[in-house]
């Protein structure tokens, strides 16, 4: 899911307008806060050459959203804490990017930002069947393989030992890659953390090798909040840009200086299993005025079987679990009132007349989070289609998890303060 195109709504609205907006793409990140971009927006590299029609982008949404529903899911039902996620999740759509400068001399390199991964990865230079993009490790004097005795070698699944680099194969759909442990400095901003370590991709097989690195904001051992505890005290915030931003820069920003005092915050749950997702309690729904009526059961957290909550910058729409989604999108329908209803693709609630759509309100232990139709909406190229922008887990994962997603989450800053164990959000016109 993290390589082929994710030709979002909004973008090909704006570039059916004719918009050619160029943004600073070189302007540089300052302290410790970096410009959040869009994949596709004009400072990305991996943009598409032509764009797609918007039936065929929701569709390709949809089955890549699909696909990291499947990848979420499989994380909360393991027994035991893998702090490096399975390759699959290099290839799940990385909708947002950062820029992040490698190895001495530094090379920018750009990072995919995902919460729900611990380790940064990079395609390294001569990585068989890599595309381009690769980060130049014969050229960075400060770059090193890790051996099979170094403390983090252990903190890999299945390393291999045959040699003296603690390497590591994994398989992902129609694909597969092997990779070394590797280390090099890394600047974020104007930050510098030595000796970070990250999967330096060797060799990779199929169809879904990924253009880009990946920058893990989980809270396992070798995420960047564990490797850079004494600098960030792992605590960070971003501010997502809405896909229709002309500019789409958002931000990350990492630290707890500069974050907002004043802010909504609920208490995040611990799931031993899974310790690296952001779990939160969500308690109930609302449609326009009220509250809808969901079995308590699907929105329980329940750490033996991975059923809860969770915030989520990889996933595109929110997913609910099937009684959840189906009460608020049947609330959503009444709410909208006689219009007849159509479907296309994965989601089931779309109008081809105009509509007035109510506010949705998730509301969580301690903090309610309001989303307005930019956060609920998604329009066809000529406007001739609307959509509710959320669906139903999958059928064939294991559906116990609602992932609040990033449309859902663009324009509000949200704070991740995993010492004081909260989340917060606020609403925040990103770009």
């Known amino acids: ?36 971009f869009h994949i596709y927006s004009p400072c990305s590299p991996f943009r598409p050459s032509m764009p797609l029609s918007w039936e065929e982008s929701v569709l390709q949404m949809q089955a ?27 290839t ?36 068989v069947g890599c595309s381009s993009a690769v980060f130049n490790s014969a050229k960075s004097t400060t770059f090193k393989t890790l051996g099979c005795q170094a403390a983090q070698c252990k903190q890999v699944p299945n390393a291999i030992c045959g040699g003296k680099a603690c390497t590591f194969n994994m398989t992902y759909g129609s694909s597969s890659i092997a990779a070394n442990l590797s280390q090099d400095n890394i600047t974020l901003a104007t930050d510098s953390v030595p000796g970070y370590t990250f999967g330096c991709i060797t060799k990779a097989t199929g169809r879904s ?3 880009q690195g990946l920058l893990g904001l989980g809270r396992g051992p070798l995420s960047l909040l564990s490797q850079s505890q004494k600098l960030y005290k792992s605590t960070f915030s971003y501010c997502l840009p809405s896909f229709r931003s002309l500019s789409f820069s958002g931000s990350l920003r990492l630290g707890p200086i500069g974050q907002p005092k004043r802010i909504k915050t609920t208490p995040l749950l611990k799931n031993p299993r899974r310790s690296s997702l952001y779990y939160v309690n969500l308690v109930a729904i609302r449609v326009g005025r009220r509250v809808v009526d969901i079995p308590p059961s699907a929105l329980a957290f329940n ?9 989520d910058s990889g996933t595109v729409f929110t997913r609910l679990v099937t009684p959840a989604y189906t009460a608020v999108r049947d609330a959503f329908r009444k709410r909208v009132g006689n219009a007849t209803v159509t479907s296309l693709g994965g989601f089931d609630t779309c109008y081809s007349v105009p509509i007035v759509a109510p506010n949705i ?25 609307t959509c509710l922008a959320m669906a139903a887990a999958p059928d064939n994962v294991n559906s116990v998890l609602n992932v609040i997603a990033n449309m859902q989450q663009q324009n509000h800053r949200i704070l991740y303060d995993v010492p004081n164990s909260r989340i917060g959000v606020a609403r925040e016109r990103c770009t």
């Not at 990291?68 to 390759?87: N, T």
């Not at 301690?366 to 066809?380: A, C, K």
């Open 209 to 211: 090798v990924p253009p």
């Open 303 to 311: 750490p033996t079987t991975g059923a809860g909550t969770i915030f």
């Open 361 to 385: 309100k998730f509301m969580f232990s301690g903090m309610n989070v309001t989303l307005t139709p930019e956060n609920l909406l998604i329009h066809s190229t000529a406007g001739s289609i």
């Open 1 to 36: 899911m993290k390589i082929h195109l994710l030709s979002l709504v909004f973008l090909f609205f704006s570039l059916a307008q004719g918009l050619n907006s160029n943004p600073k793409c070189n302007t540089q990140d300052q302290g410790s806060t970096l410009q959040v």
């Open 64 to 90: 890549k959203d699909q696909a990291r529903l499947q990848y979420l899911s499989s994380l909360v039902a393991r027994k035991s804490v893998v702090p490096v996620a399975s390759g699959r999740q290099i």
């Open 92 to 127: 799940q759509s990385p909708t947002y990017i950062v820029r992040a400068k490698i190895g001495t001399p530094a090379q920018t390199m750009l990072l995919a930002m995902d919460t729900s991964n611990d380790v940064a990865w990079l395609l390294c230079s001569g990585c």
